[in-house]
């Protein structure tokens, strides 16, 4: 039935009126293709029995790093999964599944390539030739425990590294691994970074100075039904947020008017009021031009910049650092005169937003100054008018000024920020741009408003995580922790220059756990040919039989989302917790992560309470939420009905309805404002908001001989690697395509469906090529998460990307992953270069 759909011979009420007619107790319509969330999939019988009646229904969670974090109703008949349905959640509008929830749930979980039991490499095979042997569980832990303490007795606990992505929402999931280097002594390699998501964070740092409990804060997606309109900025939720697609349709059938900003026009853009193409990496240049244009017309939110942002503080023109008096009061000028301002208090009324220059008296001198607002208005009529951040971004000025009048004469106004903006080498100043936009027009701290990228209960819980929990050898004394025990936090953005050199030490051995590093790390060959041939010791838990599990000397068999015995589930954008109960039994010897680490922590001896079942885990992680004190106390969690939580699976954390971020107009930023101004990046020359060109551009001199911007975004059929071999996945995205504008793929003499291999000075890859008008001329597209094997010659296309340190960020937090930032050439196959 699918593939008459897939064909367009089958309209959705034609297929709904037929499901319905055969009885078929749940579809959905996902993207076009609706998909009947009825049928097992079994070597037995292929689409399994959907008829036989269910031994049992289990309310499960599925989390494989995508907005949505759903639950699962799992209908289970001798302990196999027959059926699955959408979950109930307290707010109906959270009731959804997709089509890569279904598949994981069907196929994922009965895959062929499952890895079953204990497995170790082939003696006498090398990494990558995937020669394996099964092995018991105690061989595994009395083999691994002794390398791992040979490794500490020659190089030092610190060689040994563990690290984790998000494969898995869980907490216990994530972070059991890092509770097992902490105990260990080991390092931590930190992911945030490699994972091309740090630039929102810093962006958020220098604007808003991104305390805890404001930790990636977003406004709730209901919202935006009084939203008179909202900026989505880099986002193509109708593939990447399919789940909560729903809100933003509702939101424009309300009257809000929706604008997309992005350089492919994706089935996000289609459903948009207005579609606004630009050059990519060149959103700050856009978000400048438009701020240029609202201030000079007058059209920006005098009071709300004058009290809430650090606009009126005066910075000296000799070293471009804040005025300050002897007690570190800052100034602000009122009447043509300065006065001390202390940090976090109320600005006067009257103070001056453009005095001009003023004098200040510091240090027995008088040093001239100017008003924040004053230098960045000088940068904005200098740098960004609209002809000239037109110039830049290729959008028509007269677009972007109809854009910025309308943005700010709506009120309110809503932004939301996806990934799609920070995945530059300067993401960061893209994140802040945006961010400044929306204080400038008094959209920050505004229901119906704000500036989102995330505004869901996962980093929430995250940062309440419970140290004692985390770091239990750190935080032995909660209250007096030791940071010179435990895990050393070593950024993994720095892992080819760490094998290198050796420094800050030596890595021997690499334990990796909810990563599809062999699909999802940029520059695989390096990682082939530079890191695991220095590695003694290669472990990773895995359910399949990854691109990365083929490197490892021992593959772990881990459990699905649908056999985990416990854990405890944030979201991306709801602010709702879920506690993840077992449907089935695990499979094979499948153990939950936690249980592998606790296993060989107590045959290891290690510190920290490792007898605890993952049940017993999250009972103390819940029962610590409430009440953490000190800078990791989170008010979300504090009121939390623990036992609702268990029993019904789902409880809201303990914000109002209706909650704001940012609504007290508090910011733990040097000034106590929103801040226009960052005097801890003087030493980059980024103090005051500028646009810096991308690092692999078109006007780079690589232009020359690499003239295509390749981007490599999200698909509505996978979330990263983790659906990309399952059969029904396969159906409707069968291969990867690069998606090429017509022009481009002409003058290459390359049409639509042709073989091109694409490359730059780093690697090459074969793919399919599509040919489109809708992407912007000179970029190029690639959905990711798929396997080398995949594609023509068993190539990749993260061999041609790049992490290029950028010392900003690494002042900030760490230099962020850019894998949209990547200049390449492409030909037909088979050519010669």
């Not at 424009?252 to 990496?281: C, H, T």
């Not at 002897?326 to 006067?348: C, E, I, L, R, Y």
């Not at 200098?382 to 700010?408: F, Q």
């Not at 003499?749 to 730059?760: I, S, Y």
Request: a positive charge; proline letters at 6%; one cysteine or more.
């Amino acid at each position: 039935m699918n593939n008459f759909l897939k064909n367009g011979m089958l309209s959705r009420r034609t297929f709904l009126g037929l499901a319905s007619a055969a009885g078929l107790t749940s579809a959905i319509d996902y993207g076009g293709l609706v998909t009947a969330a009825y049928a097992a999939e079994s070597p037995e019988k292929p689409y399994g029995a959907f008829a036989a009646r269910p031994d049992k229904g289990v309310r499960a969670v599925c989390s494989p790093n995508c907005t949505g974090t759903c639950a699962i109703n799992t209908y289970v008949k001798n302990d196999k999964i027959v059926r699955v349905e959408p979950g109930d959640f307290p707010d109906p509008a959270y009731k959804r599944i997709c089509i890569k929830g279904i598949s994981y749930a069907m196929q994922r979980v009965y895959h062929p390539e499952r890895v079953k039991y204990p497995m170790k490499r082939a003696e006498g095979s090398k990494r990558g030739e995937g020669k394996f042997e099964r092995i018991s569980w105690e061989q595994a832990y009395r083999e691994i425990a002794s390398k791992l303490d040979a490794i500490k007795s020659k190089y030092g606990s610190k060689a040994c590294a563990w690290t984790t992505m998000t494969g898995n929402y869980g907490i216990l999931a994530t972070y059991s691994g890092a509770r097992f280097a902490d105990c260990f002594g080991g390092t931590n390699l930190e992911t945030l970074g490699i994972m091309g998501d740090l630039a929102s964070n810093m962006g958020f740092m220098l604007t808003t100075g991104m305390p805890p409990h404001h930790s990636q804060e977003g406004h709730t997606l209901d919202q935006l039904m009084d939203s008179k309109m909202a900026l989505m900025w880099g986002c193509n939720f109708a593939e990447t947020s399919t789940v909560d697609m729903h809100f933003y349709l509702d939101a424009q059938e309300n009257g809000m008017k929706m604008v997309v900003i992005d350089p492919k026009f994706s089935p996000m853009a289609a459903k948009a009021d207005r579609y606004v193409q630009l050059r990519p990496a060149t959103d700050a240049a856009l978000a400048y031009g438009m701020i240029q244009h609202i201030i000079a017309q007058n059209l920006h939110d005098k009071e709300y910049i004058r009290a809430n942002t650090s606009a009126c503080m005066l910075v000296r023109t000799d070293n471009k650092k804040h005025a300050t008096d002897k007690d570190g009061n800052f100034f602000v000028a009122v009447k043509g005169k300065a006065v001390p301002f202390k940090q976090g208090s109320t600005v006067p009324a009257d103070a001056d937003l453009l005095p001009g220059e003023i004098s200040v008296t510091q240090d027995g001198k008088s040093v001239k100054c100017k008003s924040i607002f004053q230098i960045f208005t000088e940068q904005m009529n200098s740098k960004y008018t609209p002809e000239k951040a037109s110039a830049i971004c290729e959008v028509p000025a007269e677009t972007i000024k109809t854009m910025a009048s309308e943005y700010a004469k709506a009120r309110p106004a809503a932004i939301y920020v996806s990934q799609g903006t920070q995945r530059y080498y300067n993401g960061h100043l893209s994140f802040r741009a945006v961010l400044i936009l929306g204080a400038i027009c008094g959209n920050i701290g505004k229901r119906s408003g704000g500036v989102s990228w995330t505004g869901g209960t996962l980093f929430k819980a995250i940062f309440a995580n419970p140290p004692e929990w985390q770091t239990p050898v750190k935080f032995a004394d909660p209250d007096k922790p030791d940071m010179s025990k435990g895990f050393t936090p070593v950024s993994m953005t720095k892992i080819f220059d760490i094998m290198k050199t050796g420094k800050p030490h030596t890595i021997k051995s690499l334990w990796v756990t909810c990563y599809g590093i062999g699909t999802q790390a940029p520059l695989r060959k390096r990682w082939i040919e530079e890191v695991y041939p220095k590695l003694d010791l290669f472990v990773i838990n895995e359910n399949m039989m990854t691109d990365g599990a083929v490197y490892a000397d021992y593959i772990l068999p881990v459990t699905s989302y649908y056999e985990q015995k416990a854990d405890i589930v944030g979201s991306w954008m709801n602010l709702y917790l879920q506690y993840r109960k077992p449907a089935i039994n695990p499979m094979f010897e499948a153990k939950d992560d936690v249980e592998i680490f606790s296993e060989l922590a107590k045959r290891m001896k290690l510190p920290g309470n490792w007898d605890m079942t993952p049940e017993e885990h999250c009972d103390f992680i819940l029962k610590t939420y409430k009440t953490t004190k000190g800078p990791f106390r989170n008010v979300a969690f504090e009121n939390m009905d623990t036992a609702k939580l268990k029993a019904d699976g789902v409880v809201r954390i303990a914000y109002p309805v209706g909650y704001v971020p940012f609504s007290d107009q508090q910011f733990a930023t040097q000034t106590g404002k929103f801040e226009l101004y960052s005097e801890s990046m003087l030493p980059f020359s980024q103090e005051v908001p500028l646009f810096m060109e991308p690092y692999e551009g078109k006007y780079n001199s690589k232009a020359k001989k690499y003239p295509l911007v390749m981007m490599n975004t999200h698909s509505r059929y996978s979330a990263h690697s983790t659906h990309r071999k399952l059969r029904w996945i396969n159906e409707v995205e069968p291969e990867p395509t690069l998606m090429m504008n017509a022009e481009d793929a002409k003058t290459r003499g390359l049409k639509d469906g042709d073989t091109a291999e694409v490359f730059n000075d780093r690697g090459t890859y074969k793919v399919k090529i599509l040919t489109s008008t809708g992407i912007k001329k000179g970029v190029l597209n690639i959905n990711e998460g798929w396997w080398a094997g995949q594609f023509p010659g068993n190539t990749h296309y993260a061999d041609l990307l790049h992490i290029e340190q950028n010392p900003a960020q690494n002042a900030l937090l760490d230099t962020n992953y850019a894998p949209y930032d990547n200049l390449v050439e492409v030909k037909p196959a088979g050519g010669t270069k």
